[in-house]
Structure formats: C-alpha cells, structure tokens
C-alpha cells in the first residue's frame, strides 16, 4: 500500500462526541443561544477535529505551492508564465502579500515548488523554498493529459509528505498557491466533479484577464475536457488530465492534515479545486477543512456546494497566495477563546430562564 | 453653543486627498489590481479618516454602554430588566464574551452605565464602570416619550465626553451596548428614520424572543411611534421620544470619534441604531463609521442602506456588547498593514505588464 492509500486509510470522520460535547458545552453558556453564530460552529469543527474540548490552534503553518501550467500557451492568462518564478522568489524575500499576512496571523510560512517551470535551485538549496519539483510545468491540457497518472499520484503524496514533516509542530494548516493559469485548471476541475455541461458558468478573469479574452479561455478549457474526458469519480484521474502539481500537492497536505486530525484552511478558487480533489480522494477529509472565504470566481461557489461549506466570510479577494487562509486564522483563535474562557449558567449570576 | 453643536461643527469629512493618494498607492502595488478588495477599501476609508498613509490603528478602545428602557413593561423581551445589571456587573468581572474578545482584539475596555435600572454605585464608585447616568432608564414609548429633550442632549453628550476623554490615548473606537428591550427602540429608530410604513419589516427576535411574542413587540413599537410621531428630520427628537440613554450616548461617541478624527468600529443592530441618530445629527460622521458586521436582525439591512455602509462579514452574531466590532479589529490591523508594507512596482521584480 503506498503513501496516498495509507494516509487514506488514516482519516476518520469528524468526531461526533466531541461536536456533541462542544454543542451542549455553547448551549450552556450565559448568553442568549448560538448568539455568536458561525464563530460557535466553527469551535464545533475545531472541537470534532481535534478531539478536545480546547482545540490546539497556536501554531499555525501556512504552506504555499507553485507550480507551471502548460495551458498558458493558450492564451488563458495575461501574465506570462515567468511570473510563477517570480513571485515565488519575492514569498523567500518577504516581499509577497502572504508573508505580511502569515506573520500578521502569527503563522510559520513554507514555500513549495511543485512544479514552477524554471531553475529555482538556488532557492531549494538554501532551503528557503521546499523541493517537491514534479516536473517543469504542466503540458497543455488542451493538447492532452496535463500530466501521468503517475505524476499526480507524486504530487499528491508530496503534499502528503510535507503534512507529515510538519504535523508535529502545527496545530492549525493554512493552504496558498501560486501558478499563473491555475484558475484554468481550477474551472476544468470543477466543471468535471460537479458535472457542469456551460463551462463559461465557472471560468472567470483570474487575476485581471481582459473580458475579450475570456473567452479564448473558455474554449480552452472546454477543448480541454472534451479532449481528456476526465472521469468525475476518479480524482486522480481529473488531477492528472486537467489539474496542476500544487494543487495536486495541496490535496495531500490535506490529506496529510485530516490524517494527522488537524484542521486545515482553505483560501480560495484554487486551493478549493485541491480540496476537490481531496474529497473526491476521501469524502471524510472534508471534515478537517475550514473555508476561509468567498472568492470572486464564478466557479467557486459551485465547488463550495460539492464540499458542504459556506465561508466564513467575503472581501472580495482575489489574490490567492493564501491571502484568505491567513485572515481566517485570527477567527479560528476567536473561536478556541469563546470556547474555553465564556461563563456558563452555573458559573454565572444569570438563570438560563434569565436569558 | 453647547458641547453636541461644538462637536458637530468640528466633523469634517474624510479627507479626499488622502483617499486619492491611498487609492493610487494600492494600484501601484505589485499584485492584480485591487486583489485583496475590501481590505483595501478598508485600508482607504482608514487614510481618509486619519489623514495619514500609515494610519494609527495600534491603540484600540471598545466602549460598552448600558442602559435600560421602559418599553419592556409591554412584553417585548423574555428577559428581566434586572439582566441588563447583571450582566453589565458581568463585565467589571472580566466575565461577559466583550472581555473575552476585547482581549483577543488587544482592546482595551471602558463600561457606562448610561442608564441602568438600579443601583450600581459600588461599581462606579470603584471605577470599574464609568458613570454617565441619565436616569433609571427610559419611560415606556407606548406611553408617551422615552426621554425628554434634555435628556436625549444629555445622553449624547455624555458620550461626546467620552470620546474627548478617550481620544488622546485611543487610535480606533469601538461600540457596544448592552439594554434589555434596546432592539424595540432601535427597531422604532430605523422605522422612522428610514420611513418604513410596514413595521413588521424591521422587527425581530432580538436575543431570542419566541416567535409567537413577536407580534406583541411589533404592536408596542407600532403604537409607540404613532403615538410620539417622532420628527424623522431631527434626530435628537427621534432618540428622546423612541430611543435610549445607551443609544444616545453611543451616537455622542462616534461624534466625538469623528471630531478627533480617528475611526469608530460599529457592532450590530442596537449600535447602527446610534449610528442613524448621529449621521442625522451630522452625516459626515457616517465617514468615521466602518460597519463590522451584519446583524441578523432583519432590520439591519436597512440601517445599512441609510448609512451606505456595507459590513466586513456576516457571522450570524446576535449578541451584542461589541462582539462584533471586536472581531473586526483584526481586519482593520491587516489593512494598514498590507497598506504600509506590500511592495510596489518600483520595489519588486514584476512590472505592470507583467500583471
């Protein structure tokens, strides 16, 4: 049995005592009922993930994938794909926008290639970005499989890898990426798992791609699928024809995440697409995600109906890099607190009749 | 001229140049355009307020007014009048969930009695409640006026006080309230103010009235307003014939916030009610607000629509007592800080057309 079908194997559901335990813990606060909402549910998730009735949640990890995607040549994106380089080089000088929001959230930042189409060795060699290199980008998917079946299996279990190298310092996982034209991908994705026949009802402009030219986009993507035929109840198979290797890579980590029972965050259209993946992998995992926020992309609220989730909030993000992953963290304390330190009836001077 | 019109006449508005140039900062910083949307908006509204592109936000203050109101003689609350001391008691103990998430905000706290039912002097006396009290709540609005005129100048001023006495030591206000029945004079305010004929439309369960109670709130506001037929144009006559001392002393604060130009942090449904009475008595203060979240009282959204406010999240909070306004803080650090510290075009690697 491999890495991917061991880690698998590993994850378990929620645990429905725990929420229980949680549930009647809030009901008997000295407030009116469920009065701070969706902060309440969130420590129910925290508290079945985790199997406490105080959640771990100090040491967060965000880790952020790059990788290349061949369906650029198409013209789906406006940013030529040397940017992935790029900016991925600005995240090793604390230059990118999720370095100030990791260390505003009080979050470790690691910074994976998995597959950025150019040499960043001096960067693994120094150890600031993570080695995981599948290969030099993605093919085009519009020309045939973005990558083997065994290629996608490689990222995934990386993911897996990093999850389980990190596990033991990490209470809480945050999730970014980095890849120009990983929204292509993320729009083919979801159009196979959620069988949607009017591709251009989940493909949007990314990062700023002109109105005029989103359609060039659609037509790719939909040539795309007709070409590949991903199979929508093989996950590995929809990576492998019409994904990406960091999103591949970020389906492991949670994976790695759930198999370790940690929470994990999600940010965005992306990194949704990988938590895809990972449900269609192992529809338990879905229980250790927590969805940061609402992207902009049209697709992505079709992705959070497949999943069961609604985010805890929307900004109008449409950044990635785990932007939203790392905003998200300061609720996730929030919640641990409201848990732990508010009164109940029998520690206050209010009666629940009082109330 | 007395304190309230002294402080009006101190409003300005936001500080359009200053927007300007935060606008033009954050377009030339090296990411897609306008990527991390509202916290950008927000990063903007907080220049024009401060008039400073690296706006203060470290030292925050959340301010907690109680008080109490006649109107629950007629049945539109569950709870005992006697809850608004006990629980206002709460909060000198640490023990209220504004403690707890003022804490987590890095927020220091300030309680007012503005108009409890009782007597609290051994908290006053000790300094753990400030005391600011027009009277032993307000008479029933079924009745005749909440409060006299003098006492609606009172109450606001007594909060512009604060907010004069605070303002030296506090970069970022925030509001909080706590007033068993305050949802049914907040419920008339926007009805007023916002000449709503349906009253049903802006009336809710507040902290958890049953369902089969609601019509009796409904009845009591619905009397209430047409038998004081308050003067929608004059706001001061709006908070003393349906309002309270808490409702009028929050307004007093953000007044008070605004002439010291520096940003209030508005919680819920009882705190944008203060919201209305001040943007009535100057509407440039509606400059100063920023809109944490959006209440589950359905007569939340049109509070909103009279400010043009829109909020930072939906949690599904009912609570109250600033829980809100606490959890925002956190939004409002990270927007001056991917303000003052993502690079630019100039300082990275990518260029404009690179993006």
């Not at 040491?59 to 040549?73: Q, Y």
């Amino acid at each position: 049995m491999g890495l991917l079908e061991s880690t698998i194997a590993k994850v378990e559901p929620q645990s429905d005592e725990y929420r229980q335990r949680a549930t009647a813990h809030i009901l008997n606060l000295a407030i009116p009922r469920w009065s701070l909402g969706r902060v309440f549910d969130l420590a129910v998730d925290l508290c079945g993930i985790t199997r406490s009735m105080a959640p771990p949640v100090a040491r967060k990890h965000i880790v952020v994938m790059s990788g290349d995607h061949g369906i650029v040549s198409a013209g789906v994106s406006e940013q030529p794909q040397a940017v992935t380089r790029l900016v991925t080089e600005n995240f090793t000088q604390g230059k990118g926008s999720i370095c100030i929001l990791a260390e505003h959230a009080g979050a470790d930042l690691t910074i994976v290639d998995m597959g950025i189409n150019g040499d960043v060795r001096h960067l693994t060699d120094s150890g600031k970005v993570l080695d995981k290199k599948v290969a030099n980008g993605t093919a085009s998917f519009t020309q045939g499989p973005a990558m083997t079946r065994a290629q996608a299996t490689a990222a995934v279990e990386a993911g897996i890898e990093i999850a389980e190298k990190l596990a033991v310092e990490t209470d809480v996982f945050g999730m970014g990426e980095m890849g120009i034209g990983n929204t292509s991908s993320s729009s083919a994705i979801v159009a196979v798992m959620a069988g949607i026949e009017d591709i251009s009802t989940v493909v949007d402009r990314g990062a700023g791609l002109p109105l005029e030219k989103l359609q060039v986009k659609i037509d790719a993507i939909k040539s795309g699928i007709e070409l590949n035929r991903p199979d929508p109840d093989d996950a590995l198979d929809v990576l492998g024809k019409v994904g990406g290797f960091e999103i591949g890579g970020l389906a492991g980590l949670i994976l790695g995440a759930a198999a370790h029972r940690k929470p994990v965050v999600i940010d965005g259209f992306i990194t949704t697409a990988a938590a895809l993946i990972a449900h269609g992998l192992c529809p338990d995992a879905a229980g250790y995600m927590i969805q940061s926020h609402g992207s902009m992309e049209r697709g992505h609220p079709h992705m959070l109906k497949l999943l069961d989730k609604k985010p805890l909030f929307y900004l109008d993000l449409r950044l990635g890099e785990g932007t939203g992953a790392a905003l998200a963290m300061n609720l996730i304390d929030a919640a641990v607190k409201v848990m732990t330190r508010m009164a109940t009836f029998e520690e206050s001077n209010i009666t629940e009749e009082g109330l």
